[in-house]
């Protein structure tokens, strides 16, 4: 018996843990994994700002087409802010609203609350283009607002710039 207890003692005087081998493994796996995860971040972080941008444009895209509607069909006042075409002056009389006719006279027509964020330069500024401007011009010719782009000019994953959204 005396001499399974001198063992026990001479086996529990060995340390346990990782050698260096192991630990540099254990990096180098560690690395890996992280260098094909940052990519992935961020190509989701890219698409989600695009999920983004879409919505943007079709809010205010569907503000300019009810701001026309109102303006066919004789329920906004004078042509304070109504071009020949019944297109909207700026966009922020999308949002400031404009003075119904008739007997909503006195009330104003709002179409937005407020200009949505471009979600790629991080600002409420759009492009915009009125009606009688090429449909790629990236310059405004200040009749009316008929379309709106980003001011970015970054490009998508299929190569397609942000502006010709």
Known sequence: MGSVSIRKLQNSGRRSGMT??????AFTILLVLTS???????SNVR?????????????????IDKYKDYADSGKLGPPDG????????????LVEGVKGAGAAADTKVK???????????????????SMQDDPKSQGWGGQNVFDVYSKSTD?????????EW
Request: glycine letters at 2%; a positive charge.
């Open 36 to 42: 094909m995860a940052v990519p992935l971040a961020r």
């Open 111 to 129: 179409f937005l609350r407020r200009l949505p964020l471009d979600p790629m330069t991080k600002s409420r500024e759009w492009g915009v283009r």
């Open 155 to 163: 490009k998508a994953a299929d190569g397609t710039p942000y502006s």
């Open 20 to 25: 260096l081998v192991e630990l540099i493994v």
């Open 82 to 93: 109504v071009d020949t075409f019944n297109y909207p002056k700026t966009l922020d009389s």
């Open 47 to 63: 698409r989600l700002q695009e999920r983004q941008l879409r919505q943007s444009l079709d809010e205010i895209r569907k503000a």
